[in-house]
């Protein structure tokens, strides 16, 4: 199971992009990489996956490096309601979605 | 939204009793899980179930005890816990485990969880 390195918290301003990166060197060829994000006391919420290709959805964008090593989560227009703890994962077959430490998102006014 | 409901959402417990936690989903999803998650901590992978069977048990302390009575079900019963077990336990189910393909990938959704206190 890959293992993900993510940092532990970041900043940003209401209404900018939100960058958050992840490193998955270990990630296998079949595995996806996932990101969740967790508001306080409710569940991990699913946000979006990609195996190789840059992705997009009404939440964000995933953009994986070439070499599959590394992923960005983009939010494109932070609001407050994004302040979350977002954690980048990854899964293949096995049904194993092991969650790392997570980068706790603070969106400022 | 999510889709996956488990009751109840608090649960206080004595180190002797028996207790369960309840677990559904209709999305007609064949893989569910059981996620603990201390505060501050991220989830933790504890049980994966695969067409009612159980795939994946990660050394789970036998005080724990996994059941899956049908595709939209999933329990987990408890007894004789230790205080440090209390924590969030989280459900959640996926369409399957196996081959993934780019449409779902299958992802995994989570319920709301279930906080439990053992006293």
């Known amino acids: 199971d890959a293992k993900t390195t993510q940092p532990p918290s970041m900043d940003c301003a209401e209404g900018r992009a939100a960058n958050l990166p992840c490193n998955h060197s270990?990630?296998?060829?079949?595995?996806?990489v996932y990101w969740y994000r967790q508001i306080h006391s409710q569940g991990p919420q699913y946000i979006i996956h990609?195996?190789?290709n840059n992705e997009t959805n009404e939440m964000a964008s995933l953009i994986i490096t070439e070499d599959r090593k590394s992923s960005t989560l983009i939010l494109p227009h932070a609001t407050l309601r994004d302040t979350a703890v977002y954690y980048c994962?990854?899964?293949?077959?096995?049904?194993?979605?092991?969650f790392g430490q997570g980068t706790t998102l603070q969106v400022k006014p | 939204d999510t889709e996956v409901t488990q009751t109840p959402k608090h649960l206080v417990m004595g180190m002797t009793n028996k207790k369960s936690l309840k677990c559904e989903q209709h999305?007609?999803?064949?893989?569910m899980y059981w996620y603990k998650q201390k505060a501050k901590k991220p989830p933790e992978l504890m049980f994966v179930?695969?067409?009612?069977?159980?795939?994946i048990n990660e050394s789970v302390p036998s005080r724990f005890s996994p059941e899956c009575p049908n595709s939209s079900l999933l329990n987990l019963h408890l007894h004789a816990l230790q205080p440090e077990d209390s924590a969030l336990y989280l459900c959640?189910?996926?369409?399957?485990?196996?081959?993934?393909?780019?449409?779902?990938?299958?992802?995994?959704?989570f319920g709301e969880g279930s906080w439990l206190t053992v006293v």
């Open positions: 270990t990630i296998s060829g079949n595995e996806y």
């Open positions: 959640a189910s996926s369409l399957r485990i196996g081959p993934v393909d780019r449409r779902d990938g299958n992802t995994i959704y």
């Open positions: 990609g195996l190789k």
């Open positions: 999305m007609g999803h064949r893989a």
């Open positions: 994962t990854s899964s293949g077959n096995t049904g194993k979605l092991i």
């Open positions: 179930y695969s067409y009612e069977k159980l795939s």
